[in-house]
């Protein structure tokens, strides 16, 4: 059967530091039939989005996106615009909602990028997660070849997932969509009281220490629910857990570091793919080969 | 705590223009605390979000520029999404932020940033936007 179109859009960090996250869900995404087309064109999304009521500069270049989606849509036949990048689906999603909203702000976007077409404000962002749980857990278990049988994972979504409000892909402050895709795995979910609390995000670059501070409290929580890995979908977050844990485990004694994976690397294992060029463990600071090796 | 209460802050120009950055109406703030019990970076501020919200309504802005607390704000915005009254109070962080930004004012340095090689793109873009003008 031929493999069905879908838009994604990457976001840069997939292309560099995150290479794990964009393979695994491509791979994934193939394995459920889908052909995930990087979408032509795409720039930056800005990774935060502008929260003064007179910015506009932060929207422009997302809207810019979903011209480009708008007019790809066409060809492919379908709207939805999927992205995997906790951001890049946060900004995306945010710059459709404020231009929808907002009119005035959309004439002014429209008229400042005159070369282009008019955005009509027809397309569906959507985070992979969703996008996965519209396609229905059912049909991923059947699909699903070593189940992920005793492996305990921390869910973690972090904050651009569940906030704000009007972007959330579950209930903010009780989500279960990424605990049942991992359960649909095969996998124990553990119950993992700070699942949407923030990892520091950007203070990384600058003030680090708070961030290892945010790094040890959520891996020490992670570990005493008993947790054998911390599952994520935001490169940022995982960036934080995985790397800051040097600095962490420095500064606490006793400190037992703990491998960080994407949802969608265990989603590839659990589906039978067991190839570096997909999962690239020698992007992850604390390797979690031994964790996984009964699946590798 | 010690604060002073200065002029009518409705009258107080930079209280009306953080009023107007962030679209909130910062009087409704009641001082229930639930935004700082719940802020995961509230244990590296100097003010609590709280108060913040009192210094915005006593007119302090002086105090709140030479705060830490609006640059270590992460922007997560779990107390956006649980306050009471329904401010969004990242917005109001932001405008205070904005407020120094936007008279050329630079939180961090780019060349001096160091692990760049390692530093995810994201972090580093979402950083400039938030702490640079």
């Keep these: ?296 | 705590m010690k604060y002073t209460i200065k002029k009518d802050p409705h009258e107080d120009e930079r209280v009306q223009e953080i009023i107007e950055i962030s679209g909130q109406n910062i009087f409704s703030c009641y001082q229930c605390g639930r935004c700082s019990s719940g802020c995961p970076m509230a244990e590296f501020m100097d003010i609590l979000p709280n108060q913040v919200f009192m210094y915005l309504q006593e007119g302090d802005v002086d105090t709140l520029l030479k705060a830490k607390t609006p640059w270590i704000c992460a922007a997560c915005f779990t107390c956006t999404v649980r306050c009471p009254v329904g401010l969004d109070l990242a917005a109001v962080m932001e405008a205070i932020r904005e407020l120094q930004l936007r008279k050329n004012y630079d939180f961090v340095d780019p060349y001096k940033v160091e692990e760049r090689d390692i530093l995810p793109p994201i972090a580093l873009v979402s950083n400039f936007r938030k702490f640079t003008p």
């Design chain 1, 1 to 296: 059967m031929p493999l069905k179109k879908i838009m994604f859009y990457p976001g840069c960090t997939l292309k560099g530091v995150a290479k794990n996250l964009e393979d695994s869900t491509l791979a994934t995404a193939r394995e459920l039939g889908y052909e995930f087309v990087e979408l032509p064109n795409w720039t930056c999304c800005g990774a935060v989005y502008g929260l003064a009521q007179d910015s506009v500069k932060f929207t422009i270049a997302n809207v810019r996106n979903l011209i480009r989606a708008q007019e790809y849509a066409e060809e492919i036949g379908d709207n939805r615009l999927v992205a995997v990048c906790s951001m890049c689906y946060n900004n995306l999603r945010r710059a459709h909602l404020d231009v929808m909203r907002n009119r005035d702000k959309l004439k002014t976007l429209n008229i400042f990028m005159d070369e282009e077409p008019d955005y009509k404000g027809e397309i569906k962002v959507q985070h992979y997660l969703t996008f996965l749980k519209e396609y229905g857990f059912d049909e991923i278990a059947e699909r699903v070849k070593k189940p992920l049988k005793g492996l305990k994972v921390a869910p973690y979504y972090g904050c651009l997932l569940l906030r704000p409000e009007e972007v959330a892909i579950d209930d903010r402050e009780d989500p279960n969509i990424l605990e049942n895709l991992l359960e649909t795995l095969g996998a124990e979910v553990v119950d993992y009281p700070l699942k949407n609390e923030c990892c520091g995000s950007y203070h990384t670059v600058d003030k680090r220490e708070f961030v290892a501070e945010r790094t040890y409290k959520l891996v020490s929580v992670a570990k005493e629910v008993d947790a054998d890995v911390i599952a994520t979908s935001c490169p940022l977050c995982f960036f934080n857990l995985d790397r800051r844990q040097e600095i962490a485990a420095a500064k606490h004694h006793g400190f037992e570091k703990m491998p960080i994976v994407y949802f969608t690397q265990l989603m590839a294992l659990a589906f039978g793919i067991n190839d570096n060029n997909v999962l690239h463990f020698e992007q992850h600071y604390i390797s979690p080969k031994e964790v996984l090796a009964p699946w590798l």
